[in-house]
C-alpha cells in the first residue's frame, strides 16, 4: 500500500515543507524500519557540503509517513531529550561539525550513517537537557522576533527611498 514518505526536498532548517509529500508502496518490514514517529529528527543525509546535516523534528503531521533513506533518523532513547538532541544537532549543523565529518564526491556531500553515529554527543542529566532546550527555544524565539523586525526595517527603508526618488 502507498504511504506518503518524507524527502530531502522536504526536510528545511528546523521545519517540513509538506506541500509536496511524494508516496510508494511499503512492504511491511520497510514500513516498520522507515515510518516515523513523533519526536523523531530528520537529517539531510547528503546535498552540498553547507547543508548536510539539516534537521527538523516531526511531530506526526502526516499519518503512517515514512521517510526515504537519503534522510537519517534520530530517535531519542531514555537518557536523552528530543529537543536536546535537536539543539545539539543544531549546533552541529550551524558550525559546520557535520560538514566537516561530511565525505564529499564529485557533487555531493554525504553526512553517512556510519560518521553521524561515531558523533560524540554530551549528554548531561535531563534536567540540564531541558533546561538547554529551553534557552534554544527562547534564542529560536529571539532570533525570529529579530529577522521579522529587520523585515519591517527593510520595508520602511524600501519606501522611503521609493518616495524620494
Do not use: W
Request: glycine residues 6%.
Amino acid at each position: 500500500m502507498a504511504k506518503p514518505y518524507l524527502r530531502v526536498a522536504n526536510v528545511f532548517d528546523a521545519y517540513f515543507d509538506y506541500n509536496d509529500v511524494l508516496k510508494m508502496d511499503f512492504d511491511k518490514r520497510d514500513f516498520e524500519t522507515y515510518c516515523l514517529q513523533k519526536g523523531d529528527i530528520l537529517l539531510n543525509e547528503g546535498q552540498s557540503r553547507e547543508l548536510v546535516g539539516r534537521c527538523a523534528i516531526f511531530y506526526g503531521a502526516i499519518e503512517d509517513c515514512c521517510f526515504q533513506n537519503t534522510l537519517i533518523r534520530y530517535r531519542a532513547g531514555g537518557k536523552v531529550l528530543t529537543e536536546y538532541a535537536y539543539a545539539y544537532f543544531q549546533y552541529c549543523f550551524n558550525f559546520g561539525v557535520f560538514a566537516a565529518v561530511a565525505s564529499q564526491t564529485t557533487s555531493v556531500a554525504h553526512l553517512g550513517a556510519d560518521r553521524f553515529g561515531a558523533l560524540l554527543m554530551p549528554v548531561p542529566p535531563k534536567e540540564e537537557q531541558g533546561k538547554i532546550a529551553h534557552e534554544y527555544r527562547r534564542l529560536c524565539q529571539t532570533e525570529f522576533c529579530l529577522i521579522r523586525h529587520l523585515k519591517k526595517i527593510q520595508d520602511f527603508q524600501k519606501n522611503i527611498i521609493e518616495s524620494l526618488v
